[in-house]
T-cell receptor
Framework: SQQGEEDPQALSIQEGENATMNCSYKTSINNLQWYRQNSGRGLVHLILIRSNEREKHSGRLRVTLDTSKKSSSLLITASRAADTAPYFCATAPDNTDKLIFGTGTRLQVFP | NAGVTQTPKFQVLKTGQSMTLQCAQDMNHEYMSWYRQDPGMGLRLIHYSVGAGITDQGEVPNGYNVSRSTTEDFPLRLLSAAPSQTSVYFC?????????????FGPGTRLTVL
């Protein structure tokens, strides 16, 4: 079974608004990663946050991690139409060499 | 660098046929993996390899074989294709594996089994 569940499954917003996606997982992890799926080009890595980190920023992206609640969130600020894509969280569980993906959030940003 | 390359981009098979999906990377990455993505779902791990000569099973390994004879290549074999294997297949690689690094993905192979 998949490690992560994402919420919401789909999100529609207007350009300029902020988009927040949430990810919950089941087991203890070494790190959590967020990816975006580009059409025809597979997945692209966005941010990796380690289990001893609580928040990380990259440009318009902000990721938080709460290991006590086994959850993470991805915030995209000032969204653009070009941000439209599916977004996935993925966890690297402790003591494994695996990366397990969640079910994804489909983000639609309207101009 | 070409990054992670996958061939073919599209493939149609009949039930019972066999084929090999190719994956290659030119970044000298030790870790490579295969995922499948079904409509509306996330990626599920099929097999992975932490280095040449070493492979292990992921979440959904049944019906698939892998081998890793070189650092660069990680082919995925379907021995007897079934309609349930219709999916998009992604190969990924990283220097040390997801415990340490982000993954680099190939563009995918869309497989249809009739």
């Amino acid at each position: 079974s998949q490690q992560g569940e994402e919420d919401p499954q789909a999100l529609s917003i207007q350009e300029g608004e902020n988009a927040t996606m949430n990810c919950s997982y089941k087991t203890s992890i070494n790190n959590l990663q967020w990816y975006r799926q580009n059409s025809g080009r597979g997945l692209v890595h966005l941010i990796l946050i380690r289990s001893n980190e609580r928040e990380k920023h990259s440009g318009r992206l902000r990721v938080t991690l709460d290991t006590s609640k086994k959850s993470s969130s991805l915030l995209i600020t000032a969204s653009r139409a070009a941000d439209t894509a599916p977004y996935f969280c993925a966890t690297a569980p402790d003591n494994t060499d695996k990366l397990i993906f969640g079910t994804g959030t489909r983000l639609q940003v309207f101009p | 660098n070409a990054g992670v390359t996958q061939t073919p981009k599209f493939q149609v098979l009949k039930t019972g046929q066999s084929m090999t999906l190719q994956c290659a990377q030119d970044m000298n990455h030790e870790y490579m993996s295969w995922y499948r993505q079904d409509p509306g779902m996330g990626l599920r791990l099929i097999h992975y390899s932490v280095g040449a000569g070493i492979t292990d099973q992921g979440e959904v390994p049944n019906g698939y074989n892998v081998s890793r004879s070189t650092t660069e290549d990680f082919p995925l074999r379907l021995l007897s294709a079934a309609p349930s294997q219709t999916s998009v297949y992604f190969c990924a690689s990283s220097y040390e594996g997801p415990f340490y690094n982000e993954q680099f993905f190939g563009p995918g192979t869309r497989l249809t089994v009739l």
